[in-house]
């Protein structure tokens, strides 16, 4: 995995450029709930929209995250040489692909931020979806870090452009009590289901 500093940089680079795009292109509106999380580890799980999601929700979090990309992306030498300067590493989306969750453990036992979608795919629609296994996997085994909701709204008008919301939670955690008498596989997606409940609460106001 490339170096938190080279990450650091190159999303800091990407900021400059890719915020004011997207304010400007996509009219986007932006809220934080208070209080911000603190530095890692922590976890920020968000719904699923478009492809414009990862930079759009990664870069506004403000600070240097990692992130799961479907392995597709990583065909093109230079599209993978990118993506993993950017924090980016692939993801077999068919299967339970335990060589990204291990990577992912190691960067939250290091004190890391990662980003993750715990719907597994992008949706038609804004409603959330159940999450998958995959997160209540990385909960359980990384001891319970907070995780960041984040809840995004996109609307795509006739002649129009698309124009997005996006609402940043308050840190929390879940009370690891609660699922301890599940045996693993019901754990995990008990565990997922909580996380994507907690983002499919979230409202604009």
């Given amino acids: 995995m490339i170096s938190k500093h ?16 997207f304010f400007i292109v ?3 509106k932006l809220a934080y709930t208070r209080p911000r999380w603190r530095q890692g580890p922590v976890i920020v799980a968000s719904n699923h929209r478009t492809v414009y999601d990862p930079p759009m929700i990664g870069v506004l979090s403000f600070q ?19 993506l993993k300067a950017v924090g980016s590493f692939p993801v077999n989306r ?17 004190k ?3 980003f993750l979608f715990p719907e597994g795919t992008r949706s038609r629609d804004d409603d959330v ?18 995780v960041v909701p984040v ?33 693993e596989k019901e754990r995990y997606k008990a565990l997922g289901r909580a996380v994507t409940d907690v983002i499919g609460a979230m409202t604009w106001k």
Wanted: hydrophobic share 40%; proline share 6%; glycine share 8%.
């Fill in 64 to 82: 240097t995250f990692y992130y799961m990309a479907k392995k597709e992306l990583f065909k093109n030498p230079l599209a993978a040489a990118i």
């Fill in 129 to 146: 979806r159940p999450g998958k296994p995959g997160i209540g996997f990385l909960l359980d085994s990384t001891g319970y870090p907070p």
């Fill in 6 to 21: 080279v990450v650091t940089f190159t999303q800091n680079l990407a900021r400059l450029i890719l915020i004011p795009f």
């Fill in 151 to 183: 809840r995004l709204w996109t609307e795509k008008r006739k002649g129009k452009r698309r124009s997005f919301r996006i609402l940043y939670g308050g840190a929390f955690c879940i009370n690891k009590n609660h699922f301890q008498k599940l045996d």
């Fill in 94 to 110: 068919a299967v339970f692909d335990m060589k990204s969750l291990t990577a992912m453990q190691q960067i939250l036992k290091n």
């Fill in 26 to 28: 996509f009219r986007m």
């Fill in 112 to 114: 890391g931020c990662v």
